[in-house]
């Protein structure tokens, strides 16, 4: 099975995967520049595998949560691209990535990625024998809401002091590769992803204005 | 590329309406557009991660409708094209990630341009070619500006702007202190038709001497106007009715306040067309509809000897179709595609029709 995955969740990456096997790979380094790098490193990775986009098996996307503006270029961009290409469009939620890649052997743990604000994005995992099981969230809130467990993240190393539990692998964020391998697994066993509905989380922030009291206010 | 009459597709995301409109050459073939402005309403004005939400979900339907309207194959299309400023920076970045998307998935160049010059772009839509001496008056909830075109697709220059507020915002802040719905615009012009415009002296802003200057030694505002004080001042007068406990002459405030703005749009804009050569005024922006302003604009430019041009209110508008028609006229001038590695511009110049 051939997938492209993208996520810009944290980051941006993308990645060509191909039966487990890593064709090529993109990730940026900053948070803030999605719209610019992602469709140039989209048609690098084509490109330098010699793949057509109407030759992908199929196309997965991190749907967060993450920082809503960078999180939607991610969205925006595999939407356009499975509707050209006509290639089924899965949506992954990208704290399923960084849990595949903590590499925990046994028993529960939390993964947490950073939410600004001084909040975190957290859910709680599993291990399992292909892909670790979400047993709860996403979420989103200060770290001290993360669960008494192995924290592992960029979230778990930003407030490591604020933990009930310990953090491990604090550089990590939602990546790709470990996206798609999430997609294909989950597909090979014959189990279902999620749309590309983004998981924002948290509302807009808009204030429904009151009655007006006095006309200068 | 064809060059000479290329079928250019555009996307447009700068504010609350997801755009996709399709061009041949001059030729409109459709405009297909989802705005979100229902879901602003209770919000009394634009929320911009609201319309950047909604943009994300509009996007691939508003182009498949465009499609399907303008029985058009993407794979036939000539180039994309996509505003990538000015304009609400997380609203315009839905559009361009989309853009480059389409711009891989179908190998088509893309040109990434300017919304303001895009505006005065719909003017060819049909009548081919621009008048010599144009200048473009836009008002509207983003913008309120006056621009000299000497080349559409190279040389435009911003003559005035708004210094705080657009037109169409403070439509929307009087219409809320008036306890009028959203969007304030045709709230206030609906209203205003059974009020006195001169019931009420509202201030003009920026029309002191010390603002204007003379045409030889112009001022530091003279073509540019500001709409903060002028809300501010019918925000006072109610507060003075309700403190004097006299009912608000809502009618007439409304008559008054849209005869203020309107006053002061026209007066400066044929002020400075007529002291920069502009001899046809092209009238853009949401706010083009408001029926004060098309008859008062008319009446001004016609005394000035200044041959005005509406484009219908669908046009006016934001949309998709101004941004496949500037970048039409781009290619038909020669221009190069803009790459798929830029990035949005919140403020982009109107010097810079495309990157
Ligand atoms: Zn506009």
Known sequence: MLILALDTSAAASAALVSDGVVLGRFASTDTRSHAEVLAPAVEQLLFDAGVAGTGLDALAVGVGPGPFTGLRAGIATARMLAFVWNVPLHGVMSLDAVALDADHAEGEFAVATDARRKEVYWARYRAGSALPELVDGPHVGPAESVPDLPVYGRGAGLYAGRLAGTAHATELTPDAVALARVAERTLADGGALRATTPLYLRESDAKVPGPRKKALL | ?355
């Open chain 2, 1 to 355: 590329m064809n060059r000479s009459e290329p079928l250019v597709l555009g996307i447009e995301s700068s504010c609350d309406e997801t755009g996709v409109g399709i061009v041949r050459g001059t030729t409109l073939l459709t405009n297909a557009v989802s705005s979100s402005m229902e879901e602003h309403v209770r919000f009394g004005g634009v929320i911009p991660e609201i319309a950047s939400r909604a943009h994300l979900d509009a996007m691939v339907p508003t182009l498949q409708q465009a499609l399907a309207d303008a029985d058009v194959e993407l794979l036939d299309v000539d180039a994309l094209a996509v505003t990538s400023g000015p304009g609400l920076s997380g609203a315009l970045m839905v559009g361009v990630a989309a853009a480059k998307a389409l711009a891989v998935a179908t190998g088509k160049p893309l040109f990434a341009v300017n919304h303001l010059v895009a505006h005065v772009g719909v003017g060819l839509l049909d009548a081919g070619r621009l008048p010599d001496n144009l200048g473009a008056l836009l008002v509207s909830g983003g913008h309120t500006e006056i621009l000299r075109v000497r080349n559409l697709a190279s040389d435009v220059e911003l003559l005035g702007s708004t210094i705080d507020d657009a037109a169409g915002e403070a439509y929307d802040k009087v219409a809320r202190i008036l306890g009028l719905g959203y969007p304030g615009g045709p709230a206030i012009d609906r209203l205003a038709a059974q009020g006195d415009p001169a019931a009420i002296r509202f201030p003009r802003g920026l029309s002191q001497p010390k603002y204007l200057g003379t045409p030889e030694q112009p001022g530091p505002h003279r073509y540019d106007w500001s709409f903060s004080g002028l809300k501010t001042a019918v925000a006072r007068f109610i507060e003075d009715c309700e403190a004097r406990g006299v009912e608000v002459p809502v009618a007439d405030v409304a008559a008054s306040f849209q005869e203020a703005v309107v006053d002061i749009i026209t007066s400066k804009a044929v002020l400075a067309c007529t002291e920069n050569g502009i001899t046809s005024l092209l009238l853009g922006g949401g706010v083009a509809s408001n029926s004060r302003l098309r008859q008062l604009t008319r009446e001004r430019c016609e005394a000035a000897g200044i041959t005005l041009t509406i484009p219908p209110s669908s046009l006016c508008t934001d949309n998709g179709a101004m941004v496949a028609a500037l970048a039409a006229r781009i290619i038909m001038d020669g221009g190069e595609p803009s790459g798929i590695g830029f990035g949005t511009d919140s403020s982009m110049p109107v010097t810079t029709v495309h990157l």
